[in-house]
């Protein structure tokens, strides 16, 4: 392990530490848990992969070791390529980059049944814990048009549902309940990012938004809608849909604006749609954080090397992807004042690794603005889980750092960059011993798994 307490450490290391080695029992002396009371410190006992006893005992000085619960990627695509030879990693690697990166929970939207049995089987033989996983199946998107544009989704390589009537949409329904699905996501845009920027797709019509928030209302399924525009995101929020899996990215978006959307949630995906217009310094400064190389593939590094010019350059839209960035970002972080954002990446996008890019989201989310830190670690943890808890239809609303919940969290190091690994991951009661889980990642691509072949 890197340095830093936690429970796979030998005996009593002091405040913020573990005072047991018993693998069945682990028990932390003095840690901060800021989701719970700001002020306090806590002893927190775990047995059996269930935290038992959550108890305050004393107040916080400062410096002390923080608690929270692991992180939750709410918009992830464990199935599509990340890599920049636009090979897909295996999905026993994906599981431990996750679990490596503190990342305990995700939410896969769209694609994930391509690889469930790999899936399956990679966790039944694992010896560390995988991250949990809930999913919507495969994505339903507009006809095919008139002027031979497709809906949104069809151009990647996972299957989506095609739809233009409520049997459609039904025969959709049910075949991803079938597969274990467990919310419903909608491609909705036409793919405009900033005014005057080219149409790529087709969109559904209002009557099938219509149905389709109706729908997934009646069935209690959460509908997640995937929106560019103001104006698509203000049609979409007029059918039905509350839950939107960007945030709107051709404007930001004034207190007048944002009026007309109450109750509604947002998800950024900073991380996923930045490596287009990364330059050659940008991009080696972002693959050389820890962890990098540990989890990913190296050949992207030595891609990174020969890149002097973003590709926004050359496929026409370096302007307006930063523009839209940076109103993706304001507009996020309006949301995250009000305690609507849900932090994910869309990994799976090139260049949008799995589990590194969460830690690159908080950081991009954060910018120069120290004072977001805590609301961002907040909703990255906290918000995400009860998303995630929402989405899996666990209803009982508990907090995820209390007596009798199963024992997965981060411990992280007060002071250091939210890009910065956690100190300690534990999942289900399990420590992650990220040197570990680094060499079985090494092993895995040397055995030369062939993803395609698998896939
Ligand atoms: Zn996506």
New binding site residues.
């Given amino acids: 392990m890197r340095g830093g307490p936690g429970p796979d450490r030998p005996a009593d290391e002091g405040r913020g530490g573990p005072v047991t080695a018993d693998p069945r029992r682990q028990h932390l002396h003095g840690v901060a848990i800021p989701s719970l009371d700001a002020g306090t410190v806590f002893d927190v006992t775990v047995e059996d992969g269930v935290f038992s006893r959550i108890e305050p005992s004393g107040g916080r000085s400062g410096g002390e070791t923080e608690l929270w619960p692991g992180y939750t990627e709410t ?1 992830a ?1 464990v199935s599509l390529p990340a890599n920049w030879d636009d090979t897909a990693d295996d999905p026993r690697i994906v599981a431990l980059q996750y679990v490596y990166h503190g990342v305990t929970h995700v939410v896969d ?2 694609g994930f049944p391509l690889v469930a049995d790999a899936w399956a089987a990679g966790r039944e033989a694992s010896t560390v814990p995988y991250p949990e996983i809930v999913h919507c199946g495969y994505a339903v998107t507009a006809m095919t048009n008139a002027a031979g544009l497709t809906g949104h989704g069809v151009e990647f390589p996972a299957p989506v549902h095609m739809i233009a009537t409520e049997t459609d949409l039904e025969h959709a329904i049910r075949s991803n309940v079938e597969r274990g699905g467990t919310f419903l996501k909608v491609m909705f845009t036409d793919g405009t990012e900033q005014p005057d920027s080219p149409v790529k797709f087709s969109r559904l019509s209002r009557r099938v938004l219509e149905f389709s928030a109706r729908i997934a209302a009646e069935r209690g399924i959460t509908a997640v809608i ?1 929106c560019n525009t103001l104006q698509e995101t203000r049609w979409a929020y007029e059918c039905g849909f509350r839950l939107f ?1 960007h945030s709107v990215r051709d404007r930001t978006l004034d207190a007048a604006d944002w009026k007309e959307f109450e109750g509604a949630r947002f998800v950024s ?1 900073l991380a ?1 749609l930045r490596p287009m217009i990364m330059t050659g310094e940008e991009f080696r400064a972002e693959y050389g954080r820890e962890g990098f190389a540990e989890t990913q593939d190296i050949r992207n590094l030595e891609f990174a090397q020969g890149i002097e010019k973003p590709y926004g350059i050359e496929f026409g839209c370096q302007e307006t992807r930063t523009a839209a960035l940076a109103d993706m970002r304001r507009n996020a972080l309006a949301t995250l004042r009000e305690g609507k954002l849900l932090i994910g990446t ?1 990994s ?2 090139t260049g949008a690794y799995h589990g590194y890019s969460f830690l690159s989201e908080l950081d991009l989310l954060r910018g120069d603005d120290a004072s977001l830190e805590e609301r961002l670690r907040h909703q990255a943890t906290i918000g995400g889980r009860r998303y995630f808890d929402e989405l899996s239809g666990d209803t009982r609303d508990a907090h995820p750092l209390s007596a009798g919940e199963t024992a997965t969290y981060n411990l992280h190091a007060p002071g250091r960059p939210l890009s910065a690994l956690p100190l300690q991951t534990v999942v289900r009661g399990v420590p992650i011993d990220r040197q570990a889980v680094a060499r079985t990642i090494a092993g895995l691509r040397a055995a030369g798994t062939d993803p395609e072949g698998e896939l």
């Fill in positions: 918009h695509h939207m769209f995937d899996a995906t996923g869309d799976g996008n």
